[in-house]
Each structure stands twice: as C-alpha cells, then as structure tokens.
C-alpha cells in the first residue's frame, strides 16, 4: 500500500484488523473477514480470535505495555491464545528477535529506544507465524542495518508463499511487493 502522508493507509490497516468500524463493506483477507463496528469489537470473541490468530500487525500507533518488559509482552500474547506455542511457552523467545539483545527482551519496552521498540514491535507481530503479517511503516526507527534485517525477512515470507502488507512509503519496501495499491 502507498500514497502520501493522510491519504488513509494506516486507516485501511486499522480497517483490515477490525479496529475500526468500516462504513460499509467487508475487509476481507483470503477469506477471513472482518466487518461490524470497533464499538462492537469487545462483545465478538469472533472478531477477536480472528485477528489473533490469522493477523500479526505491527505499526507505530500500536503500542505494547511500556511498563513491561519485551519477554513479558511475548508472555501476555501467549497467554492471549496468540503464539502457535503448546502450554509450555513461557521461556519462548522467537528465533528472529531483530537484533533484541537477552538484555534488551529483560527491559521496558517504554525504556528502550524508538528503535529498539520498532524491532520489539516487528518481533511481538511476527511471533506467532501468523497466516497475514501487516506492517505499517516497518522500517521507521531502524538503522540500515535493521533494515536490510526486516527486508530479508518480508522475503524469506514471501517465498514461503505468507501473505505481508506493506503500508509504506519507502520505494525500497515496496519493491519487496508483488503488487501496489496506491491510495
């Protein structure tokens, strides 16, 4: 997805998870749907269990618990029914980290830096091998090298045939895309 600054991307994402109430239609990714008002989000476990385990989103209106550490983010998702982990997921810590030191996962997530929280950010979305991975901005905050991170990544999903939206502005990014719809 591209287009310029306010031409809605980040509110066809929030559309596409189901945290705003489309004013007409049905989002639909490979034919899980979301439809019905934000409002109406609380009371339709369906809607719910839909997004935690068909979508892992990361953008930089979402934010994780600052008060608690990247590994006890992880924990809560998992306690929340959204890694793909048997019971036994309490010392689980995704292969791809994005450069996450043991140190940095033991941290705040409001201590680190707006770099640090974008790759905890990428990291809590792809935790649960999710069918859909939605990024928004992915690469805002990460250094070169982070980013060259993120893009082996966006690939290495693509050849395994995962679905990845990308809501950018980034020319480098969206080449990593099959096809661009332009708002």
């Not at 409002?39 to 994780?64: C, H, K, Q, Y």
Request: charged residues 20%.
């Amino acid at each position: 997805m591209a287009g310029a600054n306010g031409s809605g991307k980040s509110t066809l994402v929030k559309c596409l998870v189901g945290l705003l109430t489309l004013d007409e239609g049905l989002a639909e990714i490979r034919r899980a749907g979301v439809q019905g008002h934000s409002d109406e989000l609380g009371r339709n476990p369906e809607v719910i269990t839909l997004t935690r385990s068909t979508f892992g989103v990361s953008a930089p209106w979402m934010n994780a618990y600052p008060e608690l550490s990247v590994k006890e983010n992880l924990l809560f998702l998992a306690d929340l029914g959204a890694l793909n982990e048997p019971n036994g997921h309490t010392e689980a810590i995704p292969q791809n980290t994005f450069g996450l030191s043991r140190d940095d996962l033991t941290k705040p997530i409001g201590a680190l830096s707006s770099g640090q929280q974008q790759k905890a950010r990428l990291m809590l979305a792809g935790a649960f091998d999710p069918e859909v991975l939605i990024l928004d901005e992915p690469d805002s905050h990460l250094d070169e090298e982070s980013i060259e991170h993120l893009h082996a990544w966006i690939t290495e999903r693509k050849n395994q045939s995962m679905l990845t939206i990308i809501a950018s502005n980034q020319p480098r990014e969206l080449a990593l895309c099959d096809g661009v719809l332009t708002l």
